[in-house]
């Protein structure tokens, strides 16, 4: 069987779709890629939240319902907890470190950051949580791939840091510019943040089935699962700025599920941990809807209404 894997054509999503690709040929598969523009990377002078929540994946999925593509590669945290109707998430591939990194031009800890440090990240997420962590820090924005940003901080002496998510820079060979990897007590990541998803479509049984018993990592997914719930009934259809990690114990029956949701400019914030049997992935975002619910009743509701308001 020939399977076409539509990806985005930055050098991290070629990586990506290369990786998925040896684990189906090792499964007997052949592949071919096919390298589509997403509309997040035609337009890297927008904020992302302009874009919409697809901005990284809808061109991948129309491929896919046009029958140019078998498979879509994505890195799971672009993926819309909603997905494009005939589409479906096939398989997640075995996650990679799920924290943030900070790097600067020089081996960087968090302890080393001076008095209004200038740090540059397109995220929402990261904004709040790094100004919950020091409210002295200056955040400016930077679009672009994992190179382009790794050259604006090189070339932009008022910035003192970047953040990326530790993953993609170990992917590409970046891992020696990464100064900390931040804790999660810091920065809890983005729901899926190292993981990769596999989408096809829902009427190619096929190929599905193949993609997973060749790519699906069975512990990743439910963990995955907890947090993508959590971070659907927390987004209410805005943009709150929203973390979430699970992490197994044990023998991986149970997870323990972190989720944060904080106002924009980090000066407000729900926090909450549950652990709770995780031995499917319907247990799993049983889990992770019920810690959204409770950081909704602690005050997480207010902020996301607050973030309503103001993309709205």
């Not at 399977?3 to 050098?11: E, F, H, K, L, M």
């Not at 927008?46 to 129309?62: H, K, S, Y």
């Not at 398989?91 to 740090?119: C, F, K, Q, S, Y």
């Not at 209404?305 to 103001?310: F, L, M, P, S, T």
């Amino acid at each position: 069987m020939r399977i076409r894997i539509a990806t985005r054509r930055s050098a991290l999503a070629l990586w990506q779709a290369r990786h998925v690709a040896r684990l189906l040929e090792a499964a007997g598969a052949e592949w071919t890629l096919v390298e589509i523009a997403a509309r997040g990377d035609l337009h890297p002078e927008q904020p992302l939240g302009m874009l919409g929540r697809a901005a990284f994946t809808r061109e991948l999925d129309l491929a896919l319902l046009r029958r140019e593509a078998d498979l879509a590669v994505h890195s799971l945290k672009d993926l819309p907890t909603t997905m494009t109707d005939g589409v479906v998430l096939a398989a997640v591939t075995e996650r990679e470190d799920p924290r943030d990194a900070l790097v600067g031009r020089r081996p960087l800890g968090w302890r080393d950051l001076p008095a209004g440090a200038r740090i540059a990240t397109s995220s929402v997420r990261r904004r709040a949580q790094l100004l919950r962590a020091r409210p002295d820090l200056v955040i400016d924005a930077i679009r672009g791939n994992v190179d382009t940003r790794l050259a604006k901080l090189d070339r932009t002496p008022d910035w003192t840091a970047i953040v990326l998510a530790a993953a993609g820079l170990t992917r590409l060979g970046h891992g020696s510019r990464i100064g900390e990897r931040l804790p999660i007590d810091i920065m809890v990541p983005a729901p899926g943040q190292g993981a990769l998803a596999v989408a096809a479509r829902g009427d190619d049984d096929g190929v599905r089935n193949l993609a997973r018993r060749a790519c699906h990592h069975d512990l990743t997914a439910r963990c995955v699962a907890a947090e993508r719930a959590l971070l659907e009934r927390l987004e209410g259809g805005c943009e709150a700025p929203v973390g979430g990690y699970a992490a197994p114990l044990g023998d991986g029956r149970e997870i323990r599920l972190r989720g944060r949701v904080l106002s924009t400019d980090g000066s407000r914030c729900c926090d909450g941990e549950l652990v709770g049997d995780a031995q499917s992935e319907t247990g799993a975002e049983a889990l992770g809807a019920a810690l959204a619910e409770r950081l909704l009743a602690e005050g997480g509701a207010d902020l996301v209404a607050a973030a309503r308001d103001q993309s709205g």
